[in-house]
Antibody
């Protein structure tokens, strides 16, 4: 069974940093692209970033470009999201998701999500 | 960033059929046939229910179907059941190799 488990989020001050991780199991991790999606409380979904199976290709939403970095360690079956210069508007539940294929495909399995709160 | 329009809410009685529209533009819904739909129950993660406009992932009920015409994609749920009560989001693939979500539609089963 495919499983994705995000690390615990937390409370961070504006301007601070936080790294999320997502442990994957039940599939050959390196064969699939991975994606982060977030959802502010009571709001819709926002695609954040994606990374190819081998990690060579990454892409970001304009809202996080230059502040967030997606990466992966295929030897550890783990996806990461390094979030710097955090803002109040980054407060959300962050989901990691497995893509259907290696790149440019829809997110077909999602983790349960982890909550990030940016506040002083 | 494209703007997709979904009705804020729809409702139907058990056994009925409902349709949720997702109105976009030639840069998103109308750009290709990579439109997906997600179902999200309160407090839960989204679940993929349709991809490539009308394809159902394994395990998704045949009661869920999708279509597209021009810049509008549609999700139809037939034979409504209480468990279908949830939020539904369309998600087209857009220029720039990214995905964008519609604002979401709350389905109430009366």
């Amino acid at each position: 069974e495919v499983q994705l488990l995000e690390s615990e989020g937390g409370l961070v001050q504006p301007g601070g940093s936080l790294r999320l991780s997502c442990a994957a199991s039940g599939f050959t991790f390196s064969n699939y692209a991975m994606t982060w999606v977030r959802q502010a409380a009571g709001k819709g979904l926002e695609w954040v970033s994606a990374i190819s199976g081998n990690g060579d290709t990454t892409i970001y939403a304009d809202s996080v470009k230059g502040r967030f970095t997606i990466s992966r360690d295929n030897s550890k079956n783990t996806l990461y999201l390094q979030m710097n210069s955090l803002r109040a508007e980054d407060t959300a539940v962050y989901y990691c998701a497995k893509d259907q294929y290696n790149w440019n495909s829809i997110m077909d399995v999602w983790g349960k999500g982890t909550t990030v709160t940016v506040s002083s | 960033q494209s703007a997709l329009t979904q009705p804020a809410s729809v409702s139907g009685s058990p056994g009925q059929s409902i349709t949720i529209s997702c109105i976009g533009s030639s840069s998103d819904v109308g750009a290709n046939d990579y439109v997906s739909w997600f179902q999200q129950h309160p407090g839960k993660a989204p679940k993929l229910i349709l991809y490539d406009v009308s394809h159902r992932p394994s395990g998704v009920s045949f009661r869920f179907s999708g279509s597209k015409s021009g810049n509008t994609a549609s999700l139809t749920i037939s034979g409504l059941q209480a468990e279908d009560e949830a939020d539904y989001f369309c998600c087209p693939f857009i220029t720039g190799n990214t995905w964008v979500f519609g604002g979401g539609t709350k389905l109430t089963v009366l």
